[in-house]
Nanobody, 123 residues
Framework: QVQLVESGGGLVQAGGSLRLSCAAS????????MGWYRQAPGKERELVAT???????NYADSVKGRFTISRDNAKNTVSLQMNSLKPEDTGVYYC?????????????????WGQGTQVTVSS
């Protein structure tokens, strides 16, 4: 089993910055992609940014140029630097990790989620 623990959320004024971090621990045979998703009140969870084990990145159009995702493969951590924050960035941010597991005699890939951390941007 894999556990994801997030930190770094909080309240910030528009234009400010926050940095989110997430650490994966447990029975980890390998971590494929890691990423951040968010869910605003009354809306569905949406992708913010992802990063592969080879450090290829993908961003939602709404955060390009403002957010930067990074990871430390040796420590199984992923971070999200958020700059120029806007009120519409408000929501619960969830860390995601796609990890390799052994099930029976087969390798499988499973998704794991953190508990979420609140980000609130005031106008």
């Amino acid at each position: 089993q894999v556990q994801l623990v997030e930190s770094g959320g909080g309240l910030v004024q528009a234009g400010g910055s926050l940095r989110l971090s997430c650490a994966a621990s447990g029975s980890i045979f390998g971590v494929n992609s890691m990423g951040w998703y968010r869910q605003a009140p009354g809306k569905e969870r949406e992708l913010v940014a992802t990063i592969t084990s080879g450090e290829s990145t993908n961003y939602a159009d709404s955060v390009k140029g403002r957010f930067t995702i990074s990871r430390d493969n040796a420590k199984n951590t992923v971070s999200l630097q958020m700059n120029s924050l806007k009120p519409e960035d408000t929501g619960v941010y969830y860390c995601n990790a796609n990890c390799r597991n052994i099930r029976g005699l087969s390798w499988v890939n499973d998704d794991y989620w953190g508990q979420g951390t609140q980000v609130t941007v005031s106008s």
